[in-house]
T-cell receptor, first 114, second 112 residues
Framework: GAVVSQHPSWVICKSGTSVKIECRSLDFQATTMFWYRQFPKQSLMLMAT?????????EQGVEKDKFLINHASLTLSTLTVTSAHPEDSSFYIC??????????FGPGTRLLVL | KQEVTQIPAALSVPEGENLVLNCSFTDSAIYNLQWFRQDPGKGLTSLLL?????REQTSGRLNASLDKSSGRSTLYIAASQPGDSATYLCAGEEDSSYKLIFGSGTRLLVRP
């Protein structure tokens, strides 16, 4: 089946630094990828829709200047958390649309900002 | 705006029991509905996808139904096993855009 990978799987950084998370579709092309955030014991909240070759679409309440999304190719989308703060600590999951209208999810990236 | 709710939030059952997880949504114009499994600290595994024209899907011991008119979906797990312990999430797709709205999940514990 279709595989989506994320890198890194976990990252610890100091407050004020920027962190880049990669999402790759390994065996299929995805014109659209999605970025979700999940806080402990809560469900996934959609942050933004990443479209290849165009600007991302952000959900209400998500700062586009803080969460930079780049979808430069049909197999790679990146999420950069700029000037990260402790409240940005969360589990970030990406997904990519595949055939049969099914999304395939990455394994997630756990971010801890100290 | 579509909202998805799951009941119960947590469930603990003895091994072998049949169980039902509930998912409700506010907008009956839902396109597709998916059930996912999430293990602690892990990503999501898609269990069942019910497309807009379908009413149910089955995979092994799992059966999911969709009633768009009443805004409900259920996930039935037969003969539960300890390995079924996980968080189960339902998610509705509002249109053919692949954009999913997730419920808050049901944390299932199956006791040996």
């Amino acid at each position: 089946g279709a595989v989506v990978s994320q890198h890194p799987s976990w990252v610890i950084c100091k407050s004020g630094t920027s962190v880049k998370i990669e999402c790759r579709s390994l065996d299929f092309q995805a014109t659209t990828m999605f970025w979700y955030r999940q806080f402990p014991k809560q469900s996934l909240m959609l942050m933004a829709t990443s479209n290849e070759g165009s600007k991302a679409t952000y959900e209400q309440g998500v700062e586009k200047d803080k969460f930079l999304i780049n979808h430069a190719s049909l197999t790679l989308s990146t999420l950069t958390v700029t000037s990260a703060h402790p409240e940005d600590s969360s589990f970030y999951i990406c997904s990519a649309g595949g055939l049969a209208e099914t999304q395939y999810f990455g394994p997630g990236t756990r971010l801890l900002v100290l | 705006k579509q909202e998805v709710t799951q009941i119960p939030a947590a469930l603990s059952v003895p091994e072998g029991e049949n169980l039902v997880l509930n998912c409700s949504f506010t907008d009956s114009a839902i396109y597709n509905l998916q059930w996912f499994r999430q293990d602690p600290g892990k990503g999501l595994t898609s269990l069942l996808l019910i497309q807009s024209s379908q009413r149910e899907q089955t995979s092994g011991r799992l059966n999911a139904s969709l009633d768009k008119s009443s805004g409900r979906s259920t996930l039935y797990i037969a003969a539960s096993q300890p390995g079924d312990s996980a968080t189960y999430l339902c998610a509705g797709e509002e249109d053919s855009s692949y954009k999913l709205i997730f419920g808050s999940g049901t944390r299932l514990l199956v006791r040996p």
